[in-house]
């Protein structure tokens, strides 16, 4: 599952990374396969490579993927990369889905 989800992520990242709207990756056909795989496997591996090396796509699979039901944090926090990026990690602990051990200092941005 791993391998599939990281195709597919890279392949969206790719062949959008000069786009400046997120429109753009939502609509992407990779995209729109990975929202189709097994909610909880994907969640989980998209998790894992937040972790390991996070970047914009893999925040806006997480929110297609999850939906109402992903991660929240306060509107000043929109935009503010690092910060949501934390934010889904606490989430995907309490959840569950996460098992790597965050700092508790930085686990609340």
Do not use: C
């Not at 990374?17 to 995209?31: G, K, L, N, T």
């Amino acid at each position: 599952m791993r391998e599939k989800v990281q195709a597919l992520v890279d392949k969206v990242y790719e062949d959008t990374m000069f786009q400046s709207s997120p429109r753009v990756q939502i609509e992407h056909p990779a995209m729109k396969e990975l929202v189709l795989l097994p909610k909880t496997d994907v969640t989980e591996v998209l998790l894992e490579m937040l972790d390991t090396d996070p970047n914009w796509t893999i925040l806006i699979a997480l929110r297609e993927i999850q939906g109402d039901d992903g991660a929240e944090w306060p509107e000043d926090d929109n935009g503010r990369f690092e910060n949501m990026v934390k934010h889904w990690l606490v989430w995907g602990q309490r959840q569950g889905l996460f098992s790597a051990l965050l700092d508790t200092d930085e686990a609340e941005p």
